[in-house]
């Protein structure tokens, strides 16, 4: 089974104009990210994909490995998908361009997924993570998922799931981690599908799949991953490198 990992870079950034180029203790914060996904040891491969000259030079020029955009996307899985359709692997797992404190243990957990799924019945591994301040839990920039009880994801939303009718219920709720990891088959059938309505209202295209019937196995961490969105964010980062 060949298992690579596609780390999908945008330039543009709503909140934080061009952060992966910024600088993380002598190195941007992508290249740290595509070094961190390398040193994992976990994938036969791994790609930043990126609709811009100025990253893909820049992984280039650090002895990594680029591909170039050719269409506009709205989401990573199409920037991922176009990147990889050609190429011969099994399974992709999607790293966040923006963590480049890469923790092993969760992206290992997901990989376990696929080696442990015989039926083959998995199209998608994704991580969830328990959670229970209600601030966090009524938050909607944390995207909140209910599963089954074999784990498999039932929906995803910003909204609160499910709604707490009975808060003596002992639900649990969990906040969906952005660590994905994909069979190839998978994502081609995202990339040609077309937007569903809850994508479209929720903003979120783990929503696509699950319209259109693909399964969806949630692993449960314990590990956030740390994300640079802001420059508050990437100052807390230069902190941690220092330590």
């Known amino acids: 089974m060949k298992i690579i990992a596609v780390i999908p870079a945008r330039y543009a950034s709503t909140r934080f104009p061009a952060k992966l180029m910024q600088d993380l203790g002598g190195k941007t914060v992508i290249t740290r990210t595509y070094h961190a996904a390398l040193g994992t040891g976990l994938f036969d491969d791994?790609?930043?994909?990126?609709?811009?000259?100025?990253?893909?030079?820049?992984?280039?020029?650090?002895?990594?490995?680029?591909?170039?955009?050719?269409?506009?996307?709205?989401?990573g899985s199409d920037r991922i998908a176009e990147a990889i359709e050609n190429l011969d692997v099994?399974?992709?797992?999607?790293?966040?361009?923006?963590?480049?404190?890469?923790?092993?243990?969760?992206?290992?957990?997901?990989?376990?997924?696929?080696k442990s799924d015989i039926a083959r019945e998995i199209d998608l591994a994704s991580v969830m993570m328990h959670i229970t301040d209600w601030e966090d839990i009524e938050n909607p920039n944390n995207v909140k998922v209910i599963v089954d009880q074999k784990n498999f994801a039932l929906y995803f939303s910003r909204s609160v799931i499910p709604y707490p009718r009975d808060k003596e219920?002992?639900?649990?709720?969990?906040?969906?981690?952005?660590?994905?990891?994909?069979?190839?088959?998978?994502?081609?059938?995202?990339?040609?599908?077309?937007?569903?309505?809850?994508?479209?209202?929720?903003?979120?295209?783990?929503?696509?799949?699950?319209?259109?019937?693909?399964?969806?196995?949630?692993?449960?961490?314990?590990?956030?991953?740390?994300?640079?969105?802001?420059?508050?964010?990437?100052?807390?980062?230069?902190?941690?490198?220092?330590?």
Do not use: C, W
């Open 169 to 243: 219920a002992g639900v649990n709720y969990y906040r969906h981690i952005g660590i994905y990891a994909f069979r190839k088959h998978a994502l081609l059938d995202f990339y040609k599908l077309p937007m569903q309505s809850l994508e479209a209202s929720e903003k979120l295209e783990q929503l696509r799949y699950l319209e259109y019937g693909k399964k969806i196995k949630m692993v449960l961490t314990s590990h956030a991953g740390i994300g640079i969105d802001t420059p508050e964010d990437l100052e807390k980062a230069k902190k941690m490198l220092g330590e």
């Open 90 to 114: 099994d399974i992709v797992v999607n790293v966040q361009g923006d963590e480049p404190f890469i923790n092993k243990e969760p992206l290992a957990d997901v990989l376990e997924v696929f």
């Open 46 to 75: 791994v790609f930043v994909v990126t609709d811009s000259d100025l990253i893909y030079n820049e992984i280039v020029a650090n002895g990594g490995k680029a591909i170039m955009s050719i269409k506009e996307h709205e989401s």
